[in-house]
């Protein structure tokens, strides 16, 4: 198969049920945690996704067995401290911020050092952020320009609790600290900015020593050393972050309908819910229910027949973090200026993605001002496309490919987008998914 998509007409309008596939957040999280359980634990629709893949391999290197089966998955878990350190273990996080940030948390007892080794664009990131505060449990860390990956981590036998200030609103720096309290003598106190809760979730779920005081911007996380977990068998629900593109694509298609069944709907993931009800979409939430402490529902949505612009306030930043791409497409087609800000986040992902956002936007001749942190987004309700455009060198970032997809089908236009395979890092069947609605 070519690995260019060559797509020439926009989608027509259609009335569909689907579902996508499971979360990855919650999938990465439960093999992490399944890899420290007593015995085995087993999930359903488990995300059979590369970086969830990769987070399979990343415990077999630390002598966790596993099993899969279709998308049915079995973890050995030896216990909190059953993983098997020798030297010269490598893990390679390839494409995966979550897998890699998270499981340093979880390697900081390490006997020997550990080199954490990753794809081009992970290799790009960011992981000072994540050495820093481990550091202060009494670890070391040796990085890549001081930054970046490879980098090493020298374990200690000798951890003590830390107080630690998340203020970026980072659900990774969050979890990987949760991690190393977890490993460490005395309690670990967490000031963080809100972000994603699946590893609170979790802990609580699990009964693990650990306590949550939720404020209106940040919540109090309390960690002590953890000396033995349940296993967990869990129904992984699927991804609202998958789940978005087809959301976008229906809202951008008027007298379109979709229903998306049984989606992860916690409270901390559903910014793009808010902030396309803000700009006028209809989505409702059906058959609400509460599996393991996350909220779970059906998505109906209905194609807008017209959209209004957004003034985006901050706050849902972090609930729609990996959404922007997709909001800032509605945004095109919506009447009037809308603007996002403090978004400096956004350009620490896979790709630098405001900037990414932007590119897509100027290709299809929308007018934006772009600063390091904010756009804004002269909408064109009547934006009709019909020139060429080509999307590549995006560093094979799987939103980018995907957002661009739901562009050409809802625009037109003749677009030629490269690297189809990166959907593979989080949602494999998206075009599979896609060719339904067409039929
Ligand atoms: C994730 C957290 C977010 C998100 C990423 C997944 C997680 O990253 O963008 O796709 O599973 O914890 P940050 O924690 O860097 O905001």
């Not at 893949?53 to 059953?82: E, F, H």
């Not at 699927?238 to 229906?250: G, K, M, N, Y």
């Not at 739901?406 to 989080?426: C, H, M, P, Y």
Request: charged share 25%; net charge positive.
């Amino acid at each position: 198969m070519p690995n260019s998509l060559i797509i020439k007409k926009q989608i027509k309008k259609f009335n569909k049920q689907i579902t996508v596939s499971g979360d990855k957040s919650i999938s990465i999280r439960w093999v992490l945690f399944s890899s420290l359980a007593n015995g085995v634990s087993t999930a359903k629709n488990l995300l059979m996704s590369e970086d969830v893949l990769a987070a399979i391999s990343a415990i077999k290197q630390l002598g966790i067995k596993s099993k899969i089966n279709q998308n049915v998955c079995k973890i050995y878990g030896r216990g909190v401290d059953g993983y098997k350190y020798k030297k010269n273990i490598i893990i390679n996080a390839k494409n995966s911020g979550t897998l890699g940030r998270l499981i340093m948390g979880l390697l900081i007892n390490t006997r020997y050092p550990i080199k954490i080794i990753g794809d081009k664009s992970l290799s790009k990131r960011d992981f000072k952020r994540i050495s820093d505060p481990l550091s202060k449990f009494g670890c070391k860390f040796k990085l890549r320009k001081g930054k970046n990956l490879p980098l090493t981590i020298y374990g200690s036998r000798n951890l003590e609790a830390i107080n630690y200030s998340e203020k970026k609103g980072s659900a990774q720096c969050k979890s990987s600290v949760i991690f190393g309290g977890m490993r460490s003598r005395g309690t670990t106190i967490i000031k963080a900015k809100k972000s994603r809760n699946h590893t609170e979730l979790l802990c609580e779920y699990l009964n693990l020593p650990f306590s949550l005081k939720r404020g209106k911007s940040y919540d109090q996380i309390k960690v002590k050393k953890v000396k033995k977990i349940k296993t967990l068998d869990y129904n992984i629900p699927s991804d609202i972050s998958s789940s978005a593109f087809f959301i976008v694509l229906t809202a951008l298609s008027r007298d379109s309908k979709l229903i998306i069944k049984n989606v992860n709907i916690n409270s901390s993931r559903t910014g793009i819910i808010t902030i396309l009800k803000k700009m006028g979409v209809k989505v409702i939430l059906k058959k609400q229910k509460l599996y393991k402490g996350e909220k779970i529902s059906d998505i109906l949505i209905k194609g807008a027949k017209s959209l209004k612009a957004i003034n985006c306030p901050s706050n849902l930043n972090s609930g729609a973090i990996d959404e922007f791409l997709l909001i800032f497409l509605l945004a095109a087609k919506a009447k009037g200026i809308s603007y996002f800000k403090n978004l400096e986040e956004l350009n620490q992902k896979e790709s630098p993605r405001l900037d990414w956002g932007n590119n897509i936007l100027s290709k299809m001749g929308i007018k934006t001002i772009k600063t390091k942190n904010s756009i804004k987004i002269y909408g064109n309700p009547n934006l009709k496309l019909e020139k060429k455009i080509i999307i590549k060198n995006y560093l094979k970032d799987h939103r980018v490919f995907m957002t661009s997809v739901i562009a050409a089908l809802s625009f037109g236009g003749k677009w030629q987008i490269e690297d189809r395979d990166s959907i593979n890092t989080s949602f494999p069947n998206f075009l599979k998914i896609l060719e339904t609605l067409k039929k």
